[in-house]
Nanobody, 124 residues
Framework: VQLQASGGGLVQPGGSLRLSCTASGVALHYPTIGWFRQVPGKEREGVSCTSDRDGSTHWTDSVKGRFTVSGDNANNTVYLQMNSLKPEDTAIYYC??????????????????WGQGTQVTVSS
């Protein structure tokens, strides 16, 4: 399984980006795809994943109402739409398979494969 996150770039505050997660060797099922981000020197943060309790989408608090996730089965792609971007959204973004939000850990955990990340920089 090879995953690849793409679509990152430099954007001004308030702008939008759409990240794509594509895969070879496996059919992506977007509720099982998690999005993470990491700033150098800081812990990786789970941005979005599906709850193991009720199947709802868990979002990290800082992106609620600004980010959405969707899937395109025909193109085997999962998207992370990021709107109203802020400088604090600057990070390397990753997608991963078989990811759930567990109430036990209160975090997104991936039991699958990770893709190469894509850099998102929000700056004026």
């Amino acid at each position: 399984v090879q995953l690849q996150a793409s679509g990152g770039g430099l954007v001004q505050p308030g702008g939008s980006l759409r990240l794509s997660c594509t895969a070879s060797g496996v059919a992506l099922h977007y509720p099982t795809i998690g999005w993470f981000r990491q700033v150098p020197g800081k812990e990786r943060e789970g941005v979005s994943c599906t709850s193991d309790r009720d199947g709802s989408t868990h979002w990290t608090d800082s992106v609620k109402g600004r980010f959405t996730v969707s899937g395109d089965n025909a193109n085997n792609t999962v998207y992370l739409q990021m709107n109203s971007l802020k400088p604090e959204d600057t990070a390397i973004y990753y997608c991963a398979t078989n990811t759930i939000y567990t109430t036990a850990t209160m975090s997104c955990i991936s039991f699958g494969s990770w893709g190469q990340g894509t850099q998102v920089t929000v700056s004026s």
